[in-house]
Nanobody, 120 residues
Framework: QVQLVESGGGLVQAGGSLRLSCVAS????????MGWYRQAPGKQRDLVAA???????NYADSVKGRFTISRDNAKNTVYLQMNSLKPEDTGVYYC??????????????WGQGTLVTVSS
């Protein structure tokens, strides 16, 4: 069994910064891709940023230049540094990981989500 635990959400004023963390634990052989998704109230869950084990990253257009995704492969941890936050960045942020378990079975798991609220 593999679990993701997110942290770092909270309330921040527009223009402020937050750093989200997500740690994967359990029966992990390898994690290929890790990413952050956002779900705003009443909307679907959308990709914010993703990063491969080789540290190739991609971002939603709305966050380019403001958010930075990074990972520590040794710790199975992914981070999302969010700067110049806007009210439209408000939502529940979910971590996602894809890879292989120790039994070499396909792995895809979601975290429980962490709430980010940006006030104007």
């Amino acid at each position: 069994q593999v679990q993701l635990v997110e942290s770092g959400g909270g309330l921040v004023q527009a223009g402020g910064s937050l750093r989200l963390s997500c740690v994967a634990s359990g029966s992990i052989f390898s994690i290929n891709a890790m990413g952050w998704y956002r779900q705003a109230p009443g909307k679907q869950r959308d990709l914010v940023a993703a990063i491969t084990s080789g540290e190739s990253a991609n971002y939603a257009d709305s966050v380019k230049g403001r958010f930075t995704i990074s990972r520590d492969n040794a710790k199975n941890t992914v981070y999302l540094q969010m700067n110049s936050l806007k009210p439209e960045d408000t939502g529940v942020y979910y971590c996602n990981a894809a890879g292989l378990t120790r039994g070499l079975r396909r792995l895809e798991v979601w975290g429980q989500g962490t709430l980010v609220t940006v006030s104007s």
